[in-house]
Each structure stands twice: as C-alpha cells, then as structure tokens.
C-alpha cells in the first residue's frame, strides 16, 4: 500500500489530476472546518475526475463523553 498525501482539493488544482491515476481516494476532513456541503462538493469532484473513494476520515474530532459515563469508566 502506497498513501500519497496530495493536500486538498479546494486548494491544490492538481490534486483532482492525481485522482485518475491511483487506485482509490481517501478524503480526510477536518472536523469543524469544512461543511457538508463541501464534503459533498468535493468527493463529486473527485468522482467526475475519475477517481474512486475508498472512504472518508474524520480528523480531529473532540471525543464527547458524558459525565456520567466517564465516572463509570473512570
């Protein structure tokens, strides 16, 4: 397995040629930063660009337990 960290595709115009010419995309998103809408805009601009995704990864996501489970866990 090969991962090629290409940066993003609202800023770098050559990630989306990138897409053809891998196997699959995993598209990362920063949690907080980028909306759905987005999200959306970009895994359809990967699509019509010939690439495949394999997936999406939620980045920096804050864990949110509850109090009360905490104790118990704790």
């Known amino acids: 397995v090969v991962l090629v960290d290409a940066?993003?595709?609202?800023?770098?115009?050559?990630?989306?040629?990138?897409?053809?010419?891998?196997?699959?995309v995993v598209?990362?998103?920063?949690?907080?930063?980028?909306?759905?809408?987005?999200?959306?805009?970009?895994?359809?601009t990967i699509a019509a660009a010939g690439g495949t995704i394999a997936g999406l990864v939620l980045n920096?996501?804050?864990a949110r337990i509850p109090a009360w489970l905490e104790r118990l866990l704790g």
Do not use: P
């Open 60 to 62: 920096k996501q804050k």
């Open 7 to 24: 940066g993003s595709v609202k800023t770098n115009a050559a990630v989306i040629g990138l897409t053809g010419k891998v196997d699959a």
């Open 27 to 44: 598209v990362v998103v920063e949690a907080g930063r980028s909306s759905r809408q987005e999200v959306g805009a970009a895994v359809e």
